[in-house]
């Protein structure tokens, strides 16, 4: 865990872009640490322009130091162990104890400086995706500057030439190191306090993965068939649910820097898509949704007025997306009846289970798994299995929540006659026309 007050301070230009020695080491700001896997508050902005922090769905906001009119923050791209819900953890690589690495703030017209340290066991670089500067800041090993061996220290300097929504991810053996989780937001904020302003406002980044059940480490060379398919690698029930006070107006801001798209669907409510990595959409050119497809390597902001309370499902619409650690060669034995093979498994092994006759609602069966394993399916509300996993949590809105309260507020309290409910079957089957036969007369 960080402390901000320790953080902030003063100290000396570093005006190079490699970092070496005891003199240019003893200038670089303090790389703060983290080791909560849950929401932490919103860091509000203690100098400079005011504007409502970010809150990151599972994490937290990078601090920085004012260094004259500088603000400097320390990424440390290292090893880290990432827990996905409880009951599975991963071998992973981040910055400052997680993947994904903290949210970087700042404020349009920003001067900053980003002090990156390498203690993976290859060399990197950070790309700065989306986002206006130098050629040599830009992150692209060999291209644009040289790769940041282990153990090195460099920086990167440049102006926050527009406000937005931007990500950052290495340009370096990319395809192992961003399949084994290194990536992060940085959120630009207007320096016009009016400028669209919100209530609350919300970010995440999406990644997948392959990790065989019983392992911890993923499959680096996977490209299409994951089964770990994560919000700021979370899993459900693991995702933090996104609190939210009646009548506010929320913002939420989506990377996607997984291997496919995903149409991410609120329900209870329409927004509008305000804003991408490229910039901000003109309101003229707005227009409402419920989903909304988040492509690779883009960004997708949304504003929505939290005008409908209750608990209501946020998740991505793909429905294999929204389970755990699923194997795509299931056969399909719908309809089929297994009671023989059932009876011969129990012999072999008295703890299997043939499933599938009647689909594959697991909310109420306990199934033996390896080690380090989720179930597929799972999790619990008010009413029984809510049977969901992977990139699924709950907009939570309340009318009784504090401005900077972003704690779980439990299930939702339903006022009564609100909730579907059993009705009893009718006595007889309804008339139903055979086929062939002459079309029913209705009587006038």
Known sequence: MFSRRGFLGTAALVGASAVQGRVQAASIPEAPHMDKVVMQPPLHPVSGPDYR???????????????????EFHLVAEPVVREFAEGMKVNLWGYNGQSPGP??????????????????????????????????????????????????????????????????????????????????????????????????????????????PGTYLPHVNEMTDFNM?????????????????????????????????????????????????GGWIPESAQYPETTTDVPVGAVRVFDVLADNPGDWAFHCHKSHHTMNAMGHDVRNLIGVSRKDLAKAVGKLAPDGMAMGSTGMAMGNMEMPAPDNTLPMMTGTGQFGPIEMGGMFTVMKIR?????????????????????AYEVAAPAAEPARQQRGSPPMKHKM
């Open 229 to 277: 398919w994560t919000w700021n690698a979370r899993v459900f029930p693991g995702i933090d649910p996104l609190a939210v006070r009646l009548g506010d107006k929320v913002r939420v801001r989506i990377g996607n820097l997984s291997m496919t798209n995903h149409p991410i669907h609120l329900h209870g409510h329409s927004f509008a898509v305000t804003c991408t990595d």
């Open 53 to 71: 922090p970010v809150v990151t769905l599972n994490g937290w906001s990078l601090p920085f130091r004012m260094n004259g009119d500088w603000k």
């Open 103 to 212: 949210t970087i703030e700042a404020v349009e017209g920003d001067k900053v400086r980003i002090f990156v340290t390498n203690r993976l066991p290859e060399y990197t670089t950070v790309h700065w995706h989306g986002m206006i500067i130098p050629s040599g800041m830009d992150g692209v090993g060999g291209l644009t500057q040289p790769h940041i061996q282990p153990g090195k220290t460099f920086v990167y300097e440049f102006e926050m030439r527009k406000s937005g929504t931007f990500m950052y991810h290495p340009h370096s053996d990319e395809m192992v190191q961003m399949a084994m989780g290194m990536m992060g937001m940085v959120v630009v904020h207007p320096r016009d306090q009016n400028f669209r302003p919100v209530d609350r406002d919300f970010v995440f980044v999406m990644s997948t993965y392959r990790v065989d």
């Open 399 to 419: 009318e009784d929540l504090a401005r900077d309260d972003y704690r779980d507020p439990g299930p939702y309290q339903f006022p009564k006659g609100t909730v």
